[in-house]
């Protein structure tokens, strides 16, 4: 799939068919992550596949968006700053999950960047998952195929806040 064609179809879907992800599909997800930038390269991520359906049942509270879903990958990350003092692990759990987002598309697969609700899940997710001291469980995403196709939410058209050259230059 064209990168642009996969971009252009992404949507946030949080509703699943219950059919089974392949292991290699999740594999190659994860493998599209781990690609992804990483501030001073410190790769501060780590990655937690869940397909086993007792345990997608035990976190599926977390959200509304894991209805159904049949599987989900966990992006755990190392609270750690960089040499200069700053801290990047946040952007690069982004970074990776962007990538993660637009290969299951490519894959011909649906998923949802999840964040608000594992902030506020960390404690479920930590003890389901076996999450070790000194990680944090930043973000998930269920990976699977839709069960309905949601609308394009409203976006700005690019040309309402793209400036040529200066603020406000055409
Ligand atoms: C940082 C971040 C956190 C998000 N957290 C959640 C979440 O907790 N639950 C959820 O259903 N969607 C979450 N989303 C998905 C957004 O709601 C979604 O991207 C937005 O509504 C635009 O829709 P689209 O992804 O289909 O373009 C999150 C997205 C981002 C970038």
Known sequence: MDLFDAINA????????????PADVLHRIVAAGVEAPSGF?????????????ALMDR??????ALT????????????????????????DAAAAMENM???????????????????????LL??????????RVWSLMPVGKPAAAPPRPKKPDASQI????????T
């Open 10 to 21: 992404r949507r946030s879907v949080r509703s699943y068919l219950p059919d089974p992800v």
């Open 41 to 53: 390269n410190l790769q501060l991520r780590q990655y937690v596949i869940v397909d086993d359906p």
């Open 59 to 64: 976190i599926r509270p977390v959200s509304k």
């Open 68 to 91: 159904g879903a049949p599987a989900a990958i966990v992006i755990l990350v190392e609270p750690k700053a960089a040499s200069n003092g700053m801290a990047f692990y946040i952007q």
């Open 101 to 123: 987002l637009l290969a299951a598309v490519a894959l011909a697969y649906a998923a949802c960047w999840v964040e608000g609700a594992v902030r506020s899940h960390e404690d």
């Open 126 to 135: 930590r003890d389901a998952l076996a999450v070790p001291d000194g990680l």
């Open 162 to 169: 793209t400036h040529h050259n200066r603020y406000g230059g």
